[in-house]
C-alpha cells in the first residue's frame, strides 16, 4: 500500500527544510519514491511552489536520442550496435513525457498553470514561474537556467534523492573542464547534434560528505529531503574535481563516459 503524502505535510517538511517563498529551486526526485506517493504527486509539486518563488526541474527526454553510425572518438559510446535502440527512438515533442527514469515530478509540474518546457530534444527543463530561467537554454548551453538559478541565489533540493540526480552536478563538471559529449535527438526537422552533453553521474554521491555544514535536511515520511544553496554546490564540486581528476567519476570499469574523461586527463 503506497503511503499518502498530504499536502499540509508537505509544506511543512519543506519549512522545516528551510525553504524560503522568495527562494527559486531546483526540484529533483527519487524516481522510486516519487512513485511510490505518485497519487499524491500534485501535492507535493503544490507544495514546492508554494514554498518557493519558482521551481525549476529536469524534463529530459531520452526516448528522443539515437545513435549514427559513426561520430567523434572519445565521445563515451558505441556508434554501431545502435540500430534496435534507433527503431525506438521517439520524436521530440514539447508535449512529450518526461523519461520514465525522473518518475511522475516533472510531468506533475508541466500540468500546473503556468508552467513551461525549454525545447531542448533531450535535456529540456519544466520551470513554474521560471520563464526567465529556461530562456537561458540553448543546445550549446543546456545548463544555462541552473547558472542563472545559481546567480538568483537559488538552492537546489533533492526529495528522496542522493546527489545521483542531481543535475546541477553536471554544470560544476562542465565548468570545472570536464570533457562534455556529443549525442543527438531525433526530432520534426530532422536528426539534431547536441553538443555539451554531460557525462555519468553515477559517482555523484561522493559530494555528500564535502557538503556538511552545506546542506540542510528534513524528513516526509520514508523520503529525506536536502536543500544545498546552488552557488554553494557548485563552487564546492568544482573545485574538488579541478583538484581530483577523478572525483565524482563512478567506479563501474565498464563505463564508457567515466572511462573517457580519465583518458582526456592521463
Ligand atoms: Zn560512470
Redesign the pocket.
Known amino acids: 500500500m503506497a503511503p499518502s503524502l498530504g499536502y499540509r505535510d508537505a509544506v511543512h517538511a519543506l519549512r522545516e527544510l528551510g525553504l524560503e517563498p522568495g527562494v527559486p529551486v531546483l526540484a529533483v526526485g527519487a524516481p522510486e519514491w516519487l512513485d511510490e506517493v505518485r497519487g499524491d504527486i500534485s501535492s507535493l509539486a503544490g507544495a514546492l511552489l508554494a514554498s518557493s518563488a519558482a521551481v525549476l526541474s529536469p524534463a529530459f527526454t531520452l526516448q528522443t536520442m539515437v545513435t549514427p553510425p559513426f561520430g567523434p572518438e572519445g565521445n563515451g559510446m558505441a556508434y554501431r550496435s545502435a540500430s534496435e535502440a534507433n527503431a525506438e527512438a521517439e520524436f521530440f515533442r514539447s508535449d512529450m513525457p518526461a523519461h520514465a527514469s525522473l518518475g511522475p515530478l516533472p510531468d506533475a509540474l508541466r500540468r500546473v498553470n503556468g508552467a513551461r518546457r525549454s525545447n531542448h530534444p533531450i535535456l529540456s527543463f519544466v520551470g513554474v514561474g521560471a520563464d526567465e530561467l529556461l530562456v537561458q537554454q540553448s543546445l550549446t548551453d543546456p545548463w544555462g537556467p541552473i547558472a542563472e538559478l545559481a546567480v538568483r541565489g537559488g538552492e537546489a533540493v533533492l526529495l528522496g534523492a542522493d546527489h545521483t540526480a542531481n543535475v546541477a552536478l553536471h554544470l560544476a563538471a562542465q565548468r570545472a573542464g570536464r570533457k562534455q559529449f556529443v549525442r543527438w535527438a531525433l526530432t520534426a526537422e530532422g536528426v539534431v547534434e547536441c553538443p555539451a552533453f554531460p557525462?555519468?553521474?553515477?559517482?555523484f554521491a561522493a559530494i555528500a560528505p564535502r557538503l556538511r555544514g552545506i546542506a540542510r535536511e528534513a524528513w516526509l515520511g520514508s523520503a529525506h529531503l536536502q536543500a544545498i544553496p546552488l552557488r554553494d554546490l557548485l563552487h564546492t564540486a568544482a573545485a574538488w574535481m579541478r583538484q581530483d581528476p577523478a572525483a565524482l567519476?563512478?567506479?563501474?570499469p565498464t563505463?564508457?563516459?567515466?572511462?573517457a574523461?580519465r583518458s582526456t586527463q592521463s
Open positions: 557525462g555519468c553521474s553515477r559517482g567519476l563512478c567506479d563501474d563505463c564508457a563516459l567515466c572511462q574523461v
